[in-house]
């Protein structure tokens, strides 16, 4: 479970207050609201990549409110997916757990699981500029899976996609947290995404 308690956010004149909010363990959260309202700001403190001025964040009842983002266990997918232009798509996926001391053995293992899951098994060897809208998504979802977070955070992960691949995705966002029983915190302001993937 994710509970955030009383935060205070400031980000030069703009600020967040008395955000709260608790999420079960396993379930699809979504979180919508205006562009310009805060929405990524509040993921980024809750990823550890934006400083908090008040408040707590506790997962499954510890407290990471001060927790590095890297000890935090918590897999972050940023809107434009921010993957490393000089590395291939298996680097791409790989490299989380590389940083966390994953056997070559496992990392191999799980690449091949993520891939086979999302259906980018024949891109693995390929770098990010030859890859589509859809196909960059997929891979950045693989990458925030490959060391099995606790908590999945999107920040609008189907904002810049054409209709069909999103609804794909959309498929495919609700098979992968089943089978990868992932807690989610996904932000939008699109209503039918919200609709579709939080009932």
Do not use: W
Request: aromatic share 4%; glycine share 8%.
């Amino acid at each position: 479970m994710i509970s955030v308690q009383q935060l205070l956010i400031r980000q030069g004149n703009f600020e967040l207050s008395q955000v709260s909010f608790e999420i079960p363990r396993n379930a699809y959260a979504i979180l919508m609201g205006a562009t310009g309202s805060g929405k990524t700001t509040l993921l980024e403190s809750i990823c550890g990549l934006r400083a908090i001025a008040e408040g707590k964040i506790l997962m499954d009842g510890h407290e990471i409110t001060r927790t590095p983002p890297a000890q935090r266990e918590i897999g972050y997918v940023p809107q434009d997916s921010s993957l490393f232009p000089t590395m291939k798509v298996h680097r791409q996926i790989a490299f989380g757990m590389e940083v966390r001391g994953f056997s070559q053995t496992e990392r191999n293992r799980r690449v091949e699981e993520l891939a086979s899951s999302l259906a980018i098994t024949g891109i693995l060897d390929r770098y990010p500029r030859g890859l589509s809208g859809g196909e960059r998504q997929r891979v950045a979802l693989a990458r925030a899976l490959s060391f099995r977070p606790g908590l999945l955070c999107l920040d609008e992960p189907l904002s810049a996609l054409d209709c069909d691949t999103r609804n794909n995705l959309i498929k495919l966002l609700k098979n992968i947290q089943q089978s990868e029983s992932v807690t989610v915190l996904h932000i939008t302001h699109n209503v039918e995404e919200g609709t579709q993937l939080g009932t």
